[in-house]
């Protein structure tokens, strides 16, 4: 007889699902807001620890150029950190060198293929036009 001895799988996964579901509800949110300069509205977006904006962008739909694949090849997905950069990892001179290749640079233009968030971030960012494709 099928299902003699084995308890559903229904009874056992609320147990886990409600002790997962606590689990992840005490590890602070991180949020990116994109601000899309083709006149969209802005999206905000949770990012997980150890994601790169430009990860975040991608899975959810927002474009980004990112000609090199995302590993600071080139310039393409330059954007402006408009608040939140402080805890952000410190830019690197390869990444500083590729930024003054990008169009219009600012002081707070990054890479976001390098800006890699941690726990409780909340970020601002903002995707400059993409028809201009950098290095």
Do not use: W
């Amino acid at each position: 007889m099928p299902g003699v001895g084995r308890v559903p799988l229904r009874r056992q996964t609320p147990c886990f699902i409600s002790h997962y579901s606590l689990l992840v509800l005490s590890v602070p949110a991180t949020t990116i807001t994109f601000q899309l300069s083709d006149g969209q509205p802005a999206q905000t977006h949770v990012a997980a620890p150890g994601e790169s904006v430009l990860d975040v962008a991608l899975n959810n739909g927002i474009q980004l150029q990112h000609n090199c694949g995302g590993v600071c090849g080139c310039s393409t997905c330059h954007i402006y950190i408009n608040s939140g950069g402080d805890d952000l990892p410190e830019i690197s001179d390869k990444e500083e060198d590729f930024i003054d290749r990008a169009e219009n640079p600012r002081i707070n233009s990054r890479l976001a293929c390098q800006c890699v968030v941690e726990a409780n971030m909340q970020l601002v960012v903002t995707i400059p036009p993409q028809h201009f494709l950098g290095h």
